[in-house]
């Protein structure tokens, strides 16, 4: 009986494993993904666009009285 125990314990900590490499992967995939994308937005825009984005409130009104 031991080794029979034995060897089902070690069955579903293999499945466990390959489970848990499978998730490790696609978060890592996910990851990549993001930063990939972050990359190319912060290449794409320009430093006005940034500027605006983070202040808002700014640039938007003009006082035209002398």
Request: aromatic letters at 0%; proline letters at 2%.
């Amino acid at each position: 009986m031991g080794i029979a125990l034995l060897s089902m314990a070690l069955g579903q900590s293999h499945v466990q494993q390959q489970a848990s490499m499978s998730v490790m992967k696609m978060a890592m995939r996910n990851a990549e993904q993001q930063g990939a994308a972050i990359q190319e937005l912060m290449s794409t825009t320009n430093a006005a666009a940034i500027q605006q984005a983070a202040q808002p409130h700014l640039g938007g009104n003009i006082d035209l009285k002398a």
